[in-house]
């Protein structure tokens, strides 16, 4: 069975830090892994994709994949209030193949 | 990113009528979109796989009789809750897989919110 595994949280940060989100998945095949933010009562947002071992930065994001280990993380820098959501990992295989999700990581940054 | 939208955004329906959510994909085309549901405090659940110009396939406990989909074209997707009950109250969201430089994403609509009384 697939499975993805997130920390559920709350994960408690001030304003200002960096939050660091982790993820392991089992399925050694995957190949595509995304990152989104859902806030409450909204629909998943995507934030970040990532497809090959090592770093990708996009502003105050920057994603962390590890094949070998089967992790991928989500650094926030400069946390905001406004990053305060459920964060979800989300992995799959390939394009015949459904996203795996998470149960989601739950962000609090404090003003 | 691309953009995805859904309609109606809301809908509040009493117990036994049929309720049709529309799918887009406004700037691109999909030849798959997925529908999930997602109850307060939950995680996503996916429903079916729909597939443009073939038939859904649905997720193990889905009734492919009571939640059918259309995948008419490239660009649509609707999800039809038949005879709907209060316990079919619940987040539906649509999402649309993207094929870029050999590399897929899927972006998600906004989300369907259904009251049924």
């Known amino acids: 069975q697939k499975e993805v595994e997130q920390n559920s949280g709350p994960l408690s940060v001030p304003e200002g830090a960096i939050a660091s989100l982790n993820c392991t998945y089992s399925?050694?095949?995957?190949?595509?892994f995304f990152w989104y933010r859902q806030y409450s009562g909204k629909s998943p947002e995507l934030i970040m994709s990532i497809y090959s071992n090592g770093d990708k930065e996009d502003g105050r994001f920057t994603a962390q994949l590890n094949k070998a280990s089967q992790y991928v993380s989500l650094l926030i820098r400069d946390s905001q209030p406004s990053d305060s959501a459920t964060y979800l990992c989300?992995?799959?295989?390939?394009?015949?193949?459904?996203?795996?999700f998470g149960k989601g990581t739950m962000l609090l940054v404090s003003p | 990113g691309a953009v995805v939208s859904q309609h109606p955004s809301w809908v509040i329906c009493k117990s036994g009528t049929s309720v049709k959510i529309e799918c887009r994909s406004l700037d691109f085309q999909a030849t798959t979109m997925f529908w999930y549901r997602q109850f307060p405090k939950q995680s996503l659940m996916l429903m079916a796989t729909?597939?443009?110009?073939?038939?859904?396939?649905?997720e193990q406990g889905v009734e492919k009789d009571k939640f059918l989909i259309n995948h008419a074209s490239l660009t649509l997707s609707t999800l039809t809750v038949t005879s709907a009950h209060p316990e079919d109250s619940s987040f539906y969201i649509c999402?649309?897989?993207?094929?870029?430089?050999?590399?897929?994403?899927?972006?998600f609509g906004p989300g369907t919110r259904l009251l049924v009384l």
């Open positions: 989300a992995v799959t295989r390939s394009g015949y193949s459904t996203l795996t």
């Open positions: 999402s649309a897989r993207v094929y870029w430089a050999n590399q897929e994403t899927q972006y």
């Open positions: 729909s597939n443009e110009g073939s038939k859904a396939t649905y």
């Open positions: 399925d050694r095949g995957s190949q595509s």
